[in-house]
Nanobody, 122 residues
Framework: QVQLVESGGGLVQAGGSLRLSCAASGRTFSSYIMGWFRQAQGKEREFVAAARPGGMTYYADSVKGRFTISRDNAKNMVYLQKNNLKPEDTAVYYC????????????????WGQGSQVTVSS
């Protein structure tokens, strides 16, 4: 069982920055694929970014060049640095983990955090 706890959400003005953190349990964190997803009110959950154990990263087109996913395997942490935020980035952001190989942008992760609200004001 893997437990995920997000932190770092909040209210920010458009153009600002915010960093989300996700703490993961488990002895083999370095072997997990880690992902970030978001769900805006009234919309379906969508893929944001993912990082494979080997370091390869993936991003949704809507956040490329603005968001950066990173992981610290020594601390069992994954981060999502978000720059140049836009009002359309407003959503609940979820951290996700999977211990087996999956497509990084699929919603097939086995473990999910509770979500962290990010609100971007215009």
């Amino acid at each position: 069982q893997v437990q995920l706890v997000e932190s770092g959400g909040g209210l920010v003005q458009a153009g600002g920055s915010l960093r989300l953190s996700c703490a993961a349990s488990g002895r083999t964190f370095s072997s997990y694929i880690m992902g970030w997803f978001r769900q805006a009110q009234g919309k379906e959950r969508e893929f944001v970014a993912a990082a494979r154990p080997g370091g390869m990263t993936y991003y949704a087109d809507s956040v490329k060049g603005r968001f950066t996913i990173s992981r610290d395997n020594a601390k069992n942490m994954v981060y999502l640095q978000k720059n140049n935020l836009k009002p359309e980035d407003t959503a609940v952001y979820y951290c996700a983990a999977n211990t087996d190989w999956i497509r990084p942008n699929s919603g097939e992760y086995d473990y999910w955090g509770q979500g962290s609200q990010v609100t971007v004001s215009s």
